[in-house]
């Protein structure tokens, strides 16, 4: 079993990949962050500094052959939340890419990572924005595969409905879909949201409840602004004031999901799914259930599936 990972690394990424549910490790992507070093962007906004990577495998590649067919071609790929550009998956889509010669870019939201900013002042307004800054810096020559882990799905999603004229496909990984709402109505208590259904009741105190996660060392802070940020672009619920309810998704989707997934079961991807189709009628939506996959599908079979989703569309 180990060689068969060890050979599936080789062939895949070019390296020698170590893999397991509990962790995975490549001494490899050492030698790519090297050559392809973190970079910040401001844009108009100078108050904040969004840490990123863009690989361009003719700028890194020396002597290596280069597919003038994909250079119009970017993957770019959106975290889960409190989750940063260092992760397992990250770091194989930026291997496999450099190995098949496609631009790739991975960045930390605000609150995240190297990024600027605390997470317990961010919005979904903050993240949203910070991944289409993101989309500005591609620039409007490549066409742009969205990658999107969790709370990334989500956001993949939307960016796609706001920039269909760059957006070619979605691939949602463990797909958190409108995760506040869902957060909300599931994870606080009748009496916590009443404190934030009357403002009056609403204190510096109870403005932000802990949440606790099977993937988190700590919990992180669920803030009322973030929770309310949210209703602007739910996707599946029957909601008229999102910002996003009236535009069309255009491109084709993908859900690679996990039956074992104890975060997002994976049942709801279907209810997902199917709120999707019946919001876009004729989008390309299909979903993929990975038998054993936790809600991270990061081990060594997790990321060959995650790989041949993408190559459909390569």
């Not at 490790?25 to 906004?45: A, H, Q």
């Not at 990577?53 to 250079?71: A, C, E, F, I, T």
């Not at 802990?210 to 602007?232: C, K, M, V, W």
């Not at 989008?283 to 993929?288: H, M, N, P, Q």
């Amino acid at each position: 079993m180990k060689i068969s990972l060890l050979l599936l690394a080789f062939l895949r990424y070019g390296c020698t990949y170590v893999s397991s549910r509990q962790g995975s490790k490549s001494y490899c992507k050492t030698m790519l962050r090297e050559s392809n070093p973190v970079s910040f962007w401001t844009g108009i906004d100078c108050n904040k500094k969004l840490a990123f990577r863009h690989m361009k495998p003719h700028q890194l590649g020396g002597n290596k052959s280069y597919d003038v067919g994909r250079s119009n071609t970017t993957v770019m790929f959106v975290n889960g939340l409190l989750s940063s550009m260092d992760g397992t998956k990250c770091n194989a889509l930026q291997r496999y890419c450099y190995n098949n010669d496609v631009s790739f870019l991975c960045f930390d939201y605000r609150g995240h990572g190297q990024s600027s900013g605390h997470f317990i002042d961010c919005t979904m307004h903050d993240w949203v924005t910070d991944a289409s800054d993101m989309l500005d810096y591609i620039g409007q020559e490549s066409n742009v595969i969205l990658m999107g882990s969790s709370l990334g799905a989500w956001i993949s999603l939307v960016l796609a409905m706001q920039r269909p004229d760059v957006i070619t496909a979605v691939i949602g990984i463990g797909s958190a879909i409108d995760f506040t709402f869902d957060t909300y109505n599931t994870r606080l208590t009748d009496q916590q949201r009443k404190m934030w259904e009357n403002p009056v009741q609403t204190s510096s105190t109870s403005n932000a409840f802990e949440i606790s996660s099977p993937y988190l060392d700590n919990a992180y802070h669920f803030t009322r602004e973030l929770y309310q940020s949210g209703n602007d672009y739910l996707i599946c619920q029957d909601n008229q004031l999102s910002k996003i309810a009236h535009r069309d998704l255009r491109c084709p989707v993908r859900f690679l999901h996990g039956d074992e997934d104890d975060v997002i079961p994976y049942t709801k991807i279907y209810d997902a799914a199917d709120a999707l189709q019946s919001k876009h009628s004729g989008t390309d939506i299909a979903i993929k259930l990975i038998k054993g996959g936790d809600h991270r599908l990061s081990n060594a079979d997790d990321i060959s599936s995650l790989l041949d989703t993408l190559n459909e569309f390569l």
